[in-house]
């Protein structure tokens, strides 16, 4: 099967790679397409996202090299769109709505970037409630699919990367659930995201299979996304994410096809 992926970095966020050399790895290793989703510019922290000042530039590129390629590969301008950043409408082909960060006491957590961050927050921010956090995790995941309507929604459940929070637990299940149900009501498209197995992080891709199984429930599209920051991790553990959607039941994925996602029969 010859893989898609929306969601790659590149050096106009926090990616190693050039667009180009992304470009040409995903030929070499015969993708279907490929979109770039670079971080979009967030004012509480300008250590890892595009500057606004570079968006003409990176969608000046991109644009360059789907004309360059276009007998080759289908080349995708998108973002990943932070809940923190501003909803102007840029003139992306897709957007990935993501949450990054939880705001707490006025202080603003990065929530996926460093173990320590995340128990800081919830000591400093939450007086010691990991639940807290995520009820207000989840608020803004909810909240950012309502007010920016986007094609897919980014890593779901990224709030458990460090196996901090109790993902396991009754109480953490049925705070989630509810968040996603009301989630899909605002966008029928999610990713499974592959990004924490290629970094070290973890063996299995967001959402966990409970979540990902409610969502083969409620009927929401699926997207196979590796999140790369490196060329090589491009289709990063892309079979496993196969079979995650098998397990939970779907038989078709789906891929970006000029504005269109279409569905691939996976059975
Ligand atoms: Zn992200
Ligand atoms: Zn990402």
Redesign the pocket.
């Known amino acids: 099967m010859r893989f898609s992926n929306l969601h790659a970095h590149s050096v106009f966020s926090d990616g190693v790679n050039t667009l180009r050399e992304n470009v040409e790895c995903a030929i070499s290793k015969e993708m279907l397409s490929l979109g770039f989703s670079d971080?979009s510019y967030t004012a509480c922290d300008e250590s890892y996202c595009m500057m606004p000042r570079d968006y003409d530039r990176y969608l000046t590129e991109i644009f360059a090299l789907k004309s360059e390629f276009c007998d080759t590969l289908p080349i995708y301008a998108g973002i990943?769109q932070?809940y923190y950043s501003d909803r102007a409408d840029y003139g992306f082909d897709y957007i990935i709505a993501?949450v990054?960060y939880v705001k707490a006491k006025g202080k603003y957590y990065a929530v996926?970037h460093m173990a320590t961050i995340q128990r800081e927050c919830i000591s400093d921010g939450f007086g010691g409630n990991v639940m807290d956090m995520v009820r207000s995790y989840y608020a803004s995941v909810v909240e950012h699919a309502y007010l920016t309507r986007p094609s897919v929604i980014?890593?779901f459940d990224?709030i458990t990367k460090f196996g901090i929070v109790p993902e396991h637990s009754d109480e953490y299940l049925r705070v989630a659930t509810e968040a996603l149900r009301e989630t899909a009501r605002y966008c029928s498209v999610f990713e499974i995201n592959t990004?924490a197995i290629s970094r070290g992080y973890g063996t299995e891709p967001y959402p966990a299979m409970p979540l990902l199984s409610e969502l083969r429930a409620l009927d929401v599209k699926i997207v196979i996304n590796s999140?790369s920051h490196a060329k090589e991790n491009l289709d990063s553990s892309f079979d496993l994410a196969l079979k995650c959607a098998v397990n939970a039941g779907y038989d078709s994925i789906h891929v970006f096809d000029n504005g269109v996602f279409k569905p691939v029969s996976i059975k």
């Open positions: 971080h990943e932070d993501s990054h996926d980014g890593h990224v990004g999140d």
